[in-house]
């Protein structure tokens, strides 16, 4: 597959992020997980390796490579502590993406240097208490007064809320008493009348941030509409789209490293003078997990490929996504009855794996919303099958 898909350029940043991530980020993984700790050390050097900017455009700081190379890398950082892994892909994906794509040449030179090396880390607050798989039913409004807008609402489930320097959120619009749509608008973190709740305490990406949000009478200048301001909701679905792409790396990525723990401690315990891996029953639960993997792989790289060609890829993306988050679940659960009581103790790192797997069956749209848009997409192109 790699013959396929990458360039000697994507196999030498898989070469230097999986070395990343095996010698720096994984002697960490644990801590962070007990702690509840942001890895602040990884995110420092993964700035000094180019890995926070992997797709944006030199100029601006950022590597110029594409959503394959950021696909690689987040894998990779997936197989061995997906916090880590989350907390590059919710900074890229969503806290950079909607300036990169969608922001005027002002907010690019404000926000993208910062962000794109690394140096500032970005999020994205779209989630409300009663807008999650239904955002259009955003709560938080924009009023217009003057040349400045007055904003109130809130946002939950905002990754890296607690240590961003940049905030992108979305927000209804109201200019005159009318409502005119939503939009997003981003901001630095230190705006006044925007303030945090201590950290989420979560089942796993324990060590990634999570935290709600608030807004209280917070005013922002009518330049911090990001991009086109009829177009908002356009683009953040399309943000969102990009964004299942990375989350279904990330899955590919958790899947692997439940996977190879099994795979490592089926060939050294032994039952009944072998290997258990010689029994039929773990050798089938192998087999079945290695075809999920790679199957998650083929449709992660070809969505992550249509997207760099510029090509339609709403269907991909949520196939990706959907089917990558799923295996992740299944694949850590085995992973767990390979280890059987020891699958079950934290010292052998599958419980983990397991625990991170589950938020990618909800985060970046739900299983059910995913397999809304694919069933949208196949009937909509219905005379292509």
């Known amino acids: 597959m790699e013959n396929l898909y990458f360039t000697e350029e994507h196999k030498m940043l898989r070469d230097m992020v999986r070395d990343f ?18 890895p602040h ?17 030199e100029k601006y700081g950022g590597t110029g490579m594409d959503t394959l190379a950021l696909v690689i890398a987040i894998e990779e950082l997936g197989k061995v502590c997906p916090s880590t ?22 907010q690019k030179e404000k926000y993208l240097p910062g962000l794109a090396s690394g140096k500032k880390i970005g999020a994205f607050g779209l989630t409300e208490p009663n807008a999650g798989s239904d955002a259009g ?37 109201v200019e005159e008493g009318e409502e005119k749509g939503i939009s997003a608008f981003v901001i630095d973190a230190d705006t006044e009348g925007m303030s945090v709740n201590p950290p989420e305490k979560k089942m796993g990406w324990c060590g990634s941030d999570t935290r709600s949000v608030f807004f209280k009478d917070m005013r922002v200048p009518i330049s911090a509409v990001l991009g086109n301001p009829s177009k908002g909701f356009t683009q953040f679905l399309k943000t969102l789209t990009g964004g299942r792409i990375t989350i279904g790396a990330l899955g ?50 070809y969505a992550a490929w249509k997207k760099d060609q510029g090509l339609p890829v709403i269907r ?9 988050s799923e295996t992740a679940m299944k694949v850590t659960t085995e992973a767990i009855q390979v280890l059987g009581g020891f699958g079950y103790i934290k010292e052998y790192d599958v419980e983990r ?18 397999r809304i848009i694919i069933a949208r997409e196949i009937f909509k192109n219905i005379q292509n099958i």
């Open 353 to 370: 794996f397991f625990r991170d797997a589950k938020i990618l069956e909800i985060g970046e749209g739900t299983s059910e919303v995913q």
């Open 85 to 106: 892994g989350a907390t590059m892909m919710a900074h890229t994906s969503l806290g950079t993406a909607p300036i990169a794509l969608f922001g005027t040449d002002e």
């Open 137 to 173: 039913n955003t709560q938080t409004r924009a009023v217009l007064e003057g040349d400045e807008y007055i904003v109130n609402g809130e946002k939950a489930f905002c990754t890296n809320a607690g240590v961003a320097s940049v905030m992108i959120f979305t927000a209804v619009m």
């Open 21 to 38: 991530a095996r010698n720096e980020v994984k002697p960490l993984a644990q801590e962070l997980d007990e702690s509840g700790g942001f």
């Open 41 to 57: 050390e990884s995110v420092e050097k993964m700035a000094e390796l180019g890995l926070m900017g992997i797709p944006w455009e």
């Open 252 to 301: 590919l990525g958790t899947a692997q490293g439940g996977y190879l723990k099994a795979l490592e401690y089926s060939q050294e315990r032994e039952a009944f003078g072998k290997p258990i891996n010689a029994f039929q029953g773990i050798s089938f639960k192998l087999s079945d997990m290695a075809t999920q993997i790679e199957a998650a792989r083929h449709l992660v790289y």
């Open 316 to 324: 991909e993306a949520a196939m990706a996504k959907l089917f990558s």
